[in-house]
């Protein structure tokens, strides 16, 4: 588990490219300091497995459903990422619950700047808009951050300079495609809400009958 809480900008020193799947060799200081093989990593919110360390490299080994469903079929070497190891049990829950399971990914379609504040306008499909919550959370490249606004295809975002400039969003523009990863708790309150032992026991709760009564 992540906290979207990003540590260090890394670098992708090499790709090894099979016809389905990729080995990336990602370079980067702060999180060798105990990362061990077989550990987890983010990149770019993507949760990956340390298969090997060699020095301030390690080697992760990228499938096919992960490139089909992130952004990491897109990088190039040299290119820069966002680094988080997992989360420490004995760590500051900073940002929200981030699983590194990325459920797609969407486009930047404006980048505003608002004072000190950077405003990033997010397209998104419906699979992923449907658990867009205004003033919610959602991670982009890993990154936590708050909705501020929610409409139908799209949601905004408002950037500190801070966390634009400790991450790879600051390279971001109209046209970059990111990885998006809901938060969890909206799809697990889905799914339970849908099945018949819910139905059952609440007596035929329903969505529209919790907005009735004010929830």
Not at 95 to 103: A, E, L, M, P, Q
Not at 109 to 115: A, G, I, K, Q, T
Not at 146 to 163: E, L, M, N, W, Y
Request: proline share 1%.
């Amino acid at each position: 588990m992540f906290t979207g809480i990003i540590e260090e900008i890394g670098v992708i020193a090499g790709i090894t490219r099979g016809k389905k799947s990729s080995v990336l060799q990602i370079k980067g200081e702060k999180i060798f300091g105990d990362l061990r093989q077989g550990d987890s990593v983010a990149v770019n919110g993507v949760c990956l497995t340390a298969a090997k360390i060699q020095g301030n490299t390690f080697y992760a080994d990228v499938m096919c459903e992960t490139l089909n469903r992130s952004s990491l079929g897109s990088l190039q070497t040299g290119g820069r990422v966002n680094l988080e190891r997992a989360m420490a049990a004995d760590g500051r829950f900073g940002g929200h619950i981030v699983s590194g399971h990325i459920d797609g990914t969407g486009r930047i379609l404006e980048v505003n700047r608002d004072d000190n504040a950077v405003w990033y306008r997010v397209g998104a499909p419906e699979q992923i808009m449907k658990y867009i919550v205004e003033k919610g959370s959602v991670a982009i490249d890993g990154i936590s951050l708050t909705i501020a606004r929610a409409g139908k295809q799209d949601f905004s975002v408002s950037v500190i300079p801070h966390t634009a400039s400790h991450t790879v969003l600051w390279e971001r523009s109209p046209g970059s495609t990111v990885n998006l990863e809901n938060d969890v708790i909206g799809k697990y309150v889905e799914k339970l809400m849908g099945t018949e032992r819910v139905k059952k026991d609440t007596n035929g709760v329903t969505m529209e009958l919790l907005w009735k009564a004010g929830y």
